[in-house]
T-cell receptor, first 114, second 113 residues
Framework: KAGVTQTPRYLIKTRGQQVTLSCSPI?????VSWYQQTPGQGLQFLFE???????NKGNFPGRFSGRQFSNSRSEMNVSTLELGDSALYLC?????????????FGPGTRLTVL | AQSVTQLGSHVSVSEGALVLLRCNYS??????LFWYVQYPNQGLQLLLK??????LVKGINGFEAEFKKSETSFHLTKPSAHMSDAAEYFC???????????FGAGTTVTVRA
């Protein structure tokens, strides 16, 4: 079974631009979560989607948004990029069935904002 | 409030020595507990998890962890370190009725030959 895939793997943008990141979960997984990883703040939760509904959102400004499609694929968007948005963005999928709570991570998208 | 505390941001061990990474959580109800490993330029890989049942959990690559409710701890151990264990390790929790992982700050493991 294929793992979580994220595209693109690397992105370079300039301040003020916007960016869209994509995540394809493991087949059959309906929950997709997004995390931001930076050296200063560590791993922080952005949001979680299940069956196209956002169920949980972390403490990030409204410039960060996401959505999930009917096939469970998810995208996140960051508008008006700031230098501090440079980070590794990780997507994780979860089955959430039978008491299973583990999340499986993709390789991440490395975003650099210049 | 910080849910997970990892003691020690860096641990250096000799090849063949015991690896011990400490993790404590702060929750009145024991959460679901996880250890993840991250190699350079990669995502996170699940090492092991505790949800219910046996408190000693065995994971991949020879790692194991013991859930101790009285100590609110979930320390990770490996009896004999290999060079390939050099990586960053994260302890994480999911609180009941929640869907997000809360991570500790991470511990970087260096293995000396």
């Amino acid at each position: 079974k294929a793992g979580v895939t994220q595209t693109p793997r690397y992105l370079i943008k300039t301040r003020g631009q916007q960016v869209t990141l994509s995540c394809s979960p493991i087949s059959g997984h309906r929950s997709v979560s997004w995390y931001q990883q930076t050296p200063g703040q560590g791993l922080q939760f952005l949001f979680e989607y299940f069956s196209e509904t956002q169920r949980n959102k972390g403490n990030f400004p409204g410039r960060f948004s996401g959505r999930q499609f009917s096939n469970s694929r998810s995208e996140m968007n960051v508008s008006t990029l700031e230098l501090g948005d440079s980070a590794l963005y990780l997507c994780a999928s979860s089955l959430l069935a039978g008491g299973s709570h583990e999340q499986f991570f993709g390789p991440g998208t490395r975003l650099t904002v210049l | 409030a910080q849910s997970v505390t990892q003691l020690g941001s860096h641990v250096s061990v000799s090849e063949g020595a015991l690896v011990l990474l400490r993790c404590n959580y702060s929750s009145s109800v024991p959460p679901y507990l996880f250890w993840y490993v991250q190699y350079p330029n990669q995502g996170l890989q699940l090492l092991l998890k505790y949800t219910t049942g046996a408190t000693l959990v065995k994971g991949i690559n020879g790692f194991e962890a013991e859930f101790k409710k009285s100590e609110t701890s979930f320390h990770l151990t490996k009896p004999s370190a290999h060079m390939s264990d050099a990586a960053e390790y994260f302890c994480a929790v999911i609180l009941h009725d929640d869907y997000k992982l809360s991570f500790g700050a991470g511990t970087t493991v260096t293995v000396r030959a």
